[in-house]
């Protein structure tokens, strides 16, 4: 309620951050990670990245003022578990913030996702022996009626480790890769749709051939029913340890009321997720997916590059439909 930002903490995280934006070229993954998340969204508030100029731009002032626009109680929900009957809770809260008055208006909405991607293949020129690939789009806002297939999708598709079909074809099958992951990743606005990769440099086109060809094939037809059965079984098995302990269920409860769930989401959770049949984990791959409308964001060195453009000439290649563009980048990317 009454920051101090003291002026030597500001000082110590403005180096911290320079430090942390100066060395981001040294991971090829948060390269990777940042370019993807640029081309998706633009120079919008989802797309934008933090550079030197706007550390060093950052002052004392600028965070009270953020703060006073900012940090409020309205619309608020406070939290309490423990040992604590009601009105010892209420005497501690009017002791604290009892002065802490409502301003009679809610934070703006989330600002709508306008940047229209333009579909490619971008490649980064860095010098690292493994190639760093992440590909996808733009996605769905939270809770689209398919949400439970969604989340299926994802199991079957590449968020369950070594039991997903990207790991089973791209590493176990071919031996691309030592690890691959993807799946549509909704959001408040517009999520993203994604698969990361990392790979030797002369396989990089096949990797990401067979990553797209993982996703036509849930196109094609739909999983088994013996995948389904499996993976209702591993949602089922972590959904309940989002429930260990008071503390977690009461903030959890508290976080979904803010993001705006349905009061009854969790205990319809379940029930939703056993009742997705593969046709309709089929559909979200049909529906939700575009594989000629890709995004994919390459970072290797000058053999991986080579190795794409005579991918890119020769016939039969789905990679083909896509033209190839040269990034650099800094903190941030340049197009060159």
């Given at each position: 309620m009454r920051p101090r930002f003291e002026g030597d903490r500001l000082a110590l995280w403005k180096g911290q951050s320079l430090e942390s934006i100066r060395r981001r070229k040294e991971d090829p993954q948060t390269v990777a990670s940042i370019a993807f998340t640029q081309?998706?969204?633009?120079?919008?508030?989802?797309?934008?990245?933090t550079v030197e100029r706007d550390v060093s731009a950052i002052s004392r002032d600028l965070l009270l003022s953020l703060h006073s626009n900012f940090v409020k109680p309205?619309?608020?929900?406070?939290?309490?578990?423990?040992?604590?009957?009601r009105a010892s809770a209420e005497k501690l809260v009017q002791q604290y913030f009892g002065d802490w008055k409502p301003r009679g208006e809610l934070l703006p909405p989330a600002p709508a996702v306008t940047h229209v991607p333009k579909?490619?293949?971008?490649?980064?020129?860095?010098?690292?022996?493994q190639a760093s690939v992440q590909l996808g789009q733009l996605g769905v806002p939270r809770l689209t009626p398919d949400y439970p297939a969604i989340d299926l999708f994802n199991e079957v598709f590449g968020t369950s480790g070594f039991g997903s079909r990207l790991m089973q074809r791209i590493r176990t099958d071919l031996g691309l890769t030592y690890g691959v992951y993807g799946g549509i990743s909704p959001a408040v606005v517009k999520g993203v749709n994604y698969v990361f990769l990392q790979t030797k440099a002369q396989s990089v086109a096949p990797a990401i051939e067979e990553s797209i060809g993982v996703l036509t094939k849930l196109?094609?037809?739909?999983?088994t029913e013996e995948e389904m059965a499996e993976k209702k079984t591993a949602i089922q098995n972590s959904f309940v340890l989002n429930f260990d302990s008071i503390d977690e269920i009461a903030v959890r409860n508290a976080r979904l009321k803010l993001l705006g769930?349905?009061?009854?989401y969790d205990q319809t959770y379940l029930a939703k997720v056993n009742g997705v049949t593969p046709a309709e984990v089929m559909?979200?791959?049909?529906?939700?997916?575009?594989?000629?409308?890709?995004?994919?964001v390459i970072v290797g060195n000058h053999s991986?590059?080579?190795?794409?453009?005579?991918t890119l000439k020769a016939d039969g290649s789905p990679l083909t439909a896509f033209e190839l563009h040269k990034l650099r980048f800094e903190s941030s990317i340049v197009m060159q």
């Open positions: 081309l998706l969204y633009g120079d919008s508030p989802y797309g934008r990245v309205d619309g608020g929900l406070l939290v309490i578990t423990g040992r604590i009957d579909p490619g293949i971008y490649f980064i020129e860095l010098p690292f022996s196109q094609s037809a739909p999983p769930y349905p009061l009854d559909e979200v791959a049909q529906k939700r997916w575009d594989s000629k409308n890709l995004v994919i991986a590059y080579e190795t794409l453009e005579r």
